[in-house]
């Protein structure tokens, strides 16, 4: 989930301190020009405008759990969103439509749902970062995806210098991906989510929870079990954030999973696939990342593929963000020779590349 977006950098030299790292998941990233920290839309919208009226560079953080920071930092202005807060705005016999602020941690929402009855949200417990920065990417996991919900964003755009309520359609979900991201036009503001007024999850999507459930796909469990398998499996796998455990050091799953024709997947041979319905293939991309000979713990210069997830790319506690992209390019160019298929980053890149 991109919990950034960034001016394009045209002045790369470095201040003194105000260390980026402090704000990231990764830990990694060098300094920054200044920091705002906004805790009400105004003073996130007025900062924004203030730098576009100026021609400064600015880049939005909020938890920092979806983005790459170069070592160079970032000299223009850094603006940190804390804004917070769950409201519900509309509501009727079978559902509740939820505003939530966009710096409102994601999981703090999604217990939220849990706790009162609320449903659809359940399975993308655990996933750290920010409501607002949810359908930047169509955060999605075992089997959900924000699109699923999402009645509305309210944002802040820049170039008509206006506060814009957005539909998903306007949105342009797809898979990890909307009109939001790679792109400083949008800030979010807030996001107004339909749940269904159930104790019952969604219909269980994901082949691999439903095991977990002692189920199988399509069947529906309390809110409350599928949160907590859901935290179980994706704590299994390093990806609930824990300041000791230096495999949640990362930005969770660093490749997305891609999606190829139906008749070049036909000369792959025998592998892990989900098939689509517009005639594309999606191929598991750490099953690609393991059978090129990149499995768990694989190191780097203070980097590490995590001991337990092949898609999640670690900082060990002395490494740099080049280090960090080096054991990427690494990773890239290995599934690329042994399998023909090209990798791409999950997370926001910021004065940094692949």
């Known amino acids: 989930m991109p919990d950034a977006f960034a001016d394009q950098l045209t002045d790369t030299s470095p201040a003194p301190d105000r260390s980026l790292a402090a704000y990231t998941t990764l830990r990694l990233g060098g300094p920054a020009g200044t920091v705002t920290t906004a805790v009400h839309a105004d003073e996130a919208v007025a900062t924004i405008r203030n730098s576009t009226l100026s021609g400064r560079p600015v880049l939005v953080l909020a938890g920092g759990s979806n983005v790459v920071v170069g ?81 509305t964003v309210r944002a802040y755009d820049r170039e008509a210098d206006q ?20 792109s ?11 749940l269904a007024r159930s104790g019952d999850s969604a219909p269980i999507r994901y082949a691999e929870l439903a095991r977990d459930l002692g189920g199988s796909a ?10 907590d398998t859901v935290l179980k499996l994706r704590a299994g796998k390093g990806m609930v954030l824990d300041p000791e455990d230096r495999d949640t050091w990362s930005v969770g799953s660093f490749f997305t999973n891609p999606v190829v024709p139906a008749e070049f997947f036909a000369t792959l ?38 001991t337990k997830h092949t898609l999640a790319l670690t900082n060990r506690g002395a490494g740099t963000t080049e280090a960090l992209l080096d054991l990427a390019r690494t990773i890239r160019d290995g599934v690329r020779d042994r399998f023909g298929v090209e990798l791409h980053p999950e997370p926001v890149l910021i004065n940094c590349s692949l």
Not at 163 to 182: D, L, Q
Not at 184 to 194: E, I, Y
Not at 218 to 227: E, I, S
Not at 270 to 287: C, F, L, S
């Open 184 to 194: 400083d036009r949008h800030l979010v503001l807030s996001v107004d989510f339909r």
């Open 269 to 306: 041979g025998e592998m892990p696939h989900w098939p689509g319905a517009d005639g594309t293939v999606k191929i598991p991309a750490a099953w690609l990342i393991e059978h090129a000979g990149f499995p768990k713990g694989f190191a780097g210069a203070g980097v590490a593929i995590s």
């Open 163 to 182: 506060i814009r309520t957005m539909s998903p359609a306007e949105c342009g979900f797809g898979y990890r991906s909307s009109v939001f991201k790679h």
């Open 71 to 151: 070592d160079a930092g970032f000299p223009g202005e850094v603006l940190v969103l804390r804004t917070s807060g769950i409201e519900v705005v509309a509501e009727d016999a079978a559902s509740v439509l939820v505003r939530v602020e966009a710096g409102e941690p994601w999981d703090t929402f999604v217990e939220y749902a849990v706790t009162n009855g609320w449903s659809g949200v359940e399975c993308l417990s655990g996933i750290p970062g920010s409501a607002g920065a949810t359908p930047i990417q169509n955060v999605g996991a075992y089997g959900q995806e924000v699109a699923h919900t999402i009645e």
């Open 218 to 227: 399509g069947d529906r469990v309390p809110l409350r079990q599928a949160r």
